[in-house]
């Protein structure tokens, strides 16, 4: 893709936004509407019905309200305005006040320039405007590497990191490691077990509730090198500590080399044994919510239906959650007196609140969807309401091979591993893949189809779609031998092609998919939703691959036309747009963008 960057522009979307607005604000001045209406609901978007028109807004059905008038007069009054733009080639009312905008062939070649002419920056767009936006995904236990379920949630948070940077958000990229807590004792003893196997005694089976894989044997071998058999002379209360803090630090190093081998690192990874190292946080975050009355100590009743696991029947410090939506007030000590996890997360969640996040984003687990709730309750109390938590549930990988479910991990003991996946069928293809489905959907990932090339598989037909602009600007030398090969020459030269020469219905569909683009980039960022990227760079690809084949069939649509450099120049600057759409997408979702395919 080019290098040459430059401001985004107003792309074709928000500038008929913009001239909607106007045509508003012309009633406004007309006394149609009244003076300073609320125009943030209005939005011009793709109609439903392609053959309704380009576009379709909904202005009077929002704005008929506030105006005291039917939304049909408006519409009509709105069309009237609307059909001098210089723009706008024809007008339609529909239903209740729905109106539909077909442009004239301008729009479309001047969204082509736009595309050329902003180069890397197209499709840039700011609604971000600089926030703070903490992005949490992974988080998982450091107690053994990656599997396939960790790798969906590490895609999906790595990509919608990207896609609110692109679109003008300051975003940084957190882990919050589990290091307290039953797990890491259990995690400890298993290393301490390897330890000894590492020492020459003979250990046998794994027993139950210890971690079985062969992933903990380097780091029983590393403590014999460090510690001698010096640890066995030892209680366990004295190299439980040691034994623990090795292991977690051997298995974050193997999680972060799990990541990297999908391109993946963090900006922060937050220890959960800090909150209570030291200063105590979450101690003091929950004196800070009883000084508000947010606290206090009580009785829950016996919860209906299936049982709650975290409920006891005994006087305890409760959390207010029902003041702030949750459907019970939840506790934060266990029996013990220690913090219960949720009290944690609290904590945790100020701490992110406090260093000036105030728009977050949690990534989790599929099992995890019922402790919602609890968490943006908290949330709306440590930040009294300033701070916001969109929790994205992503749900379960079921791995398979030509159909049929994949076995066991012999390294990992009871699970796939990430590394495994990566190994096989390589980062892009899983990075892809995993986010080719909505992220509250099941996804069945096999690992035999993401290895073929034809069109039911996505990532190679959007990659290949790359590669085939590539080929073509390679063979069109023939006929403009004066096409520059560095890609930002390139684009500067086909910045003077006659676009107006591209008629055929099959390239104005694609130059209409190409100027979708950063509109399709603001929705998918403000929903969170980085499946749509994954989804638009599909269609982009076979449209494109359409027209390619199109041209075998019908010679005067081929892409070189042997006789007309100037038809030929034309249709190299759509390859063009085609080409930098698709490095760019697929760039936010941190797959390559091949100029060949082997």
């Known amino acids: 893709m080019s290098t040459v960057s430059s401001s985004p522009s107003l792309h074709l979307f928000a500038d008929m936004l913009a001239r909607v607005g106007a045509a508003c604000r012309a009633l406004m001045d007309e006394g149609t509407l009244p003076a300073g209406i609320d125009l943030s609901r209005v939005v011009v978007e793709l109609p439903r019905d392609p053959s309704h028109g380009d576009m379709a807004t909904n202005a009077a059905m929002v704005l008929a309200k506030d105006a005291k008038a039917k939304p049909r007069d408006l519409a009509e009054a709105l069309a009237a305005k609307l059909r001098a733009d210089d723009l706008v080639a024809r007008v339609d009312v529909a239903g209740p006040g729905f109106i539909n905008l077909v442009l004239k062939p301008v729009a479309w070649a001047n969204a082509l320039r736009a595309v050329l002419r902003d180069a890397d920056a197209y499709g840039r767009v700011t609604i971000g405007a600089g926030e703070k936006v903490n992005v949490e995904y992974v988080s998982a236990n450091p107690t053994g590497p990656m599997h396939v379920g960790h790798c969906r949630g590490a895609v999906f948070g790595d990509a919608l990191a990207s896609l609110l940077s692109f679109a003008g958000y300051d975003v940084t990229r957190e882990y919050y490691i589990n290091d307290a807590g039953a ?38 071998e590393a403590l014999a090198k460090e510690h001698g058999d010096k640890l066995l002379k030892q209680q366990e209360a004295e190299w439980l500590p040691l034994v623990r803090a090795k292991a977690i630090a051997m298995m974050m190093d193997m999680i972060k080399g799990d990541l990297a081998a999908l391109n993946i690192r963090h900006d922060v990874f937050f220890s959960e ?63 013990d007196g220690s913090y219960t996890y949720f009290a944690s997360d609290i904590a945790y969640h100020k701490t992110k609140f406090d260093r000036g996040f105030h728009n ?24 009294a309401g300033k701070g916001e938590l969109d929790v994205k549930i992503v749900q379960l990988v079921k791995l398979l091979r030509g159909g049929e479910p994949v076995k066991m991990s012999k390294r990992a003991g009871d699970f796939v591993t990430l590394r495994e996946v990566v190994d096989e069928v390589g980062s892009d293809a899983v990075r892809f893949m995993m986010l080719f489905r909505k992220n509250d959907a099941v996804l069945d990932f096999d690992l035999a189809k993401v290895l073929e090339q034809s069109k039911d598989n996505p990532v190679f037909y959007v990659q290949y779609g790359h590669a085939r602009g590539h080929s073509i600007f390679r063979n069109a030398r023939e006929v403009v031998p004066s096409l520059p090969e560095e890609a930002g020459a390139r684009i500067a030269f086909l910045r003077q092609a006659v676009v107006e020469r591209l008629d055929d219905p099959a390239e ?11 509109r399709m980039l603001e929705a998918a960022a403000l929903a969170h939703e980085p499946h749509r990227i994954a989804f638009y760079l599909y269609d982009l690809a076979s449209e494109f691959h359409a027209l390619w084949t199109k041209g075998r069939d019908l010679p005067h649509l081929r892409f070189i036309i042997q006789n007309d450099a100037e038809i030929t120049i034309a249709r190299l600057a759509l390859v063009q747009g085609v080409v930098s759409v698709l490095a760019s997408g697929l760039a936010v979702l941190g797959v390559h963008a091949p100029d060949e395919m082997r």
Do not use: C, N
């Open 360 to 383: 977050m984003v949690d990534v989790w687990g599929a099992d995890h969807g019922g402790y919602i709730k609890r968490v943006q309750a908290a949330i709306k109390a440590v930040t």
């Open 508 to 518: 104005l569909s694609l130059i209409r998919q190409l100027a979708l683009y950063p």
């Open 183 to 220: 797990q890491v004792d259990v995690l400890a003893r298993s290393a301490f077990l390897r330890y000894r196997e590492a020492l020459g005694e003979a250990i046998g089976e794994i027993p139950d509730g210890l971690y079985p894989g062969d992933y903990l044997k380097p780091v029983g």
């Open 273 to 335: 044994r800090s909150l209570t190292t030291g200063e105590d946080r979450v101690g003091a975050t929950i004196a800070g919510l009883r000084a508000k009355g947010d606290v206090y100590e009580g009785r829950l009743p016996p919860p209906k239906g299936a049982p709650v696991e975290d409920y006891e029947d005994r006087e305890q410090t409760l959390f207010r959650a029902t003041a702030f939506g949750d459907d019970v007030d939840r506790p934060l000590k266990k029996s």
